[in-house]
C-alpha cells in the first residue's frame, strides 16, 4: 500500500477507536491530537525504510530490504517501546499534555500494525518475522494503489471535519465538494495512460456520489448531528467492509483460474489470482506451469454473466483468451546469469519468475522476471525485469533493472 494512503488509515483509526482529534484544528495541542498524531506516524513509520535507498547504491534493496525489519512482527514492540519513549519526552519538552507511556506504546504499536496488515492484503510480500524468517507472505486482496480504498478512508474525516463546526459547515462542504468532483476525471486520465481505463459510467457514479457526499448532508442540516467520532467510526467501517468484499472477490477469482487451469489440464507449479486495477472486479489469474506462466486477465462483473449460462463454470463459457511466457529453453549463458547472486535474490524474491533470451549481435542477453507485476501496458517492460549481457565469450558486460 502506498505510504499515503497508510497514513490516511492510520488517522481514521485514532479518530475511530482511540478519540483522536484531528491533526490540524486551531486549538493548541492536546491529548487528542498526541493520540492521532502518535497513531498517524506509526502507519508511516514502516515505510521509513527507503531511507537506505538514498545512502545506498544497492539496486536490490527494494527486494531485500523494504518490508522487511521495519515491517516485521517480531521487531514491532521494539520500535513501538522506542517511539514512544521519543514521543513522551518531545511532549514533556513542550510541555503538552500526553496520554501515558504505556498508552503511547500501545498507540505506536497499532499504527505499525496497521501499516504491516494493509501491506500484507497486497501483491508485494512482507517479511513480518524478520529476520527470524526472511518469508514475504502476501494474501494479495489489494492492489498497491487502490484509489476507492483511499476515498473511502479520507472523505469520512473530511465530513466530520466539514461538519464539527455548525456555523461554517455549508462553506466547508462546498469546498470538499470542488476539491473532490474534479478527481474522477484526473484519476480516470491517470488510469488511461497505464493502460487500465476506467469506464465513463464509473467517472459520473463517483462525481454524482461526491456530490451526494459533500453537499446533501449541508442542504438538509442534518450533517453537523452526527459526532465528529460517529462519521470516523463509519468510514472505518467501510473501509473494514470494502477489504471483506475484497477478500470475497480474490476468493471468487482464485476459483475461476483454478477452474481454468483443470479446464485446460495445465501442470500447475503455482497459481495465484491478483488484483488487478482499477477496481476490485478486475484480477490477474497466473498459473506457473512446467515450461512457463499463463496469464488470463479477469473481469468478474463480465463472469457473473458467463456463469448463468455455463453452469457456474466461467471456464467453458467462450474460448479463453490468455497470454503466455515461455521459459528460454536452458543454455550456457542463462546458467552463468542464474549463478549471479543478483539473480539469485531475484529467484528468491519472484512468485511467477520467467527467463528470456536473445541475441544482439554477437552479444547474449538473459532476462528475469517476475510475471507476478502485472505489465498494465504491453508496449512497456514489466516492473521487475532484470537484463545481464554477456560477450560472446561469457563475460558480464553489464546487468541491472530493466528501465520503463
Not at 514512544?84 to 500494525?113: N, V
Request: proline share 7%; aromatic share 12%; charged share 15%.
Amino acid at each position: 500500500m502506498d505510504t499515503i494512503t497508510h497514513g490516511i488509515a492510520g488517522a481514521l483509526i485514532a479518530k475511530a477507536a482511540f478519540n483522536g482529534a484531528d491533526l490540524f484544528p486551531p486549538d493548541p495541542v492536546n491529548k487528542r491530537r498526541v493520540i492521532t498524531w502518535s497513531l498517524t506516524l506509526g502507519a508511516i513509520f514502516p515505510d521509513s525504510d527507503v531511507l537506505r535507498d538514498f545512502i545506498s547504491r544497492n539496486p536490490m534493496l527494494i527486494i531485500t530490504w523494504h518490508r522487511s525489519i521495519t515491517h516485521s512482527l517480531v521487531c514491532l514492540p521494539i520500535w513501538a517501546v522506542l517511539l514512544a519513549a521519543i514521543t513522551l519526552a518531545i511532549c514533556r519538552w513542550r510541555k503538552w499534555d500526553s496520554p501515558s507511556y504505556p498508552a503511547l506504546c500501545g498507540l505506536w504499536a497499532a499504527g505499525i500494525l496497521s501499516h504491516i496488515f494493509l501491506d500484507l492484503v497486497t501483491s508485494f510480500g512482507t517479511m513480518i518475522w524478520s529476520p527470524h524468517k526472511w518469508s514475504r507472505p502476501a494474501w494479495d486482496i489489494l492492489f498497491i494503489l487502490d484509489f476507492s480504498f483511499t476515498a473511502i478512508l479520507l472523505i469520512p474525516q473530511l465530513l466530520a471535519w466539514a461538519y464539527e463546526d455548525p456555523e461554517h459547515s455549508r462553506r466547508r462542504a462546498l469546498i470538499m465538494w470542488l476539491v473532490f468532483t474534479p478527481a474522477p476525471f484526473v484519476i480516470s486520465r491517470i488510469a488511461e495512460m497505464v493502460g487500465a481505463p476506467v469506464s465513463n459510467n464509473a467517472i459520473v457514479l463517483a462525481t454524482v456520489l461526491f456530490a451526494a457526499l459533500f453537499l446533501l448532508p449541508a442542504a438538509r442540516g442534518w450533517g453537523h448531528r452526527l459526532q465528529h467520532v460517529t462519521w470516523n467510526r463509519v468510514g472505518l467501517g467501510l473501509a473494514t467492509a470494502y477489504l471483506i468484499a475484497a477478500t470475497y472477490a480474490h476468493h471468487q477469482a482464485l476459483d475461476r483460474i483454478q477452474k481454468i487451469a483443470a479446464a485446460e489440464n495445465i501442470e500447475v507449479q503455482s497459481i495465484a489470482a491478483l488484483p488487478f486495477p482499477p477496481s476490485i472486479w478486475h484480477w490477474d489469474g497466473l498459473i506457473r506451469a512446467p515450461r512457463g506462466v499463463y496469464e488470463v486477465r479477469m473481469d468478474l462483473s463480465d463472469s457473473l454473466f458467463s456463469t448463468s449460462t455455463t453452469g457456474g463454470d466461467p471456464s467453458s463459457s467462450s474460448a479463453i483468451v490468455h497470454t503466455y511466457y515461455p521459459d528460454a529453453p536452458t543454455n550456457s549463458f542463462i546458467e552463468k546469469g542464474r549463478m549471479l547472486p543478483e539473480v539469485q535474490e531475484i529467484s528468491w524474491f519472484a512468485r511467477f519468475p520467467v527467463t528470456r533470451f536473445h541475441k544482439e549481435g554477437s552479444e547474449a542477453v538473459v532476462e528475469f522476471l517476475d510475471v507476478r507485476f502485472p505489465q498494465i501496458r504491453r508496449d512497456r517492460p514489466p516492473s521487475f525485469e532484470y537484463r545481464v549481457r554477456f560477450s560472446a565469450s561469457g563475460e558480464v558486460i553489464s546487468q541491472g533493472w530493466v528501465k520503463k
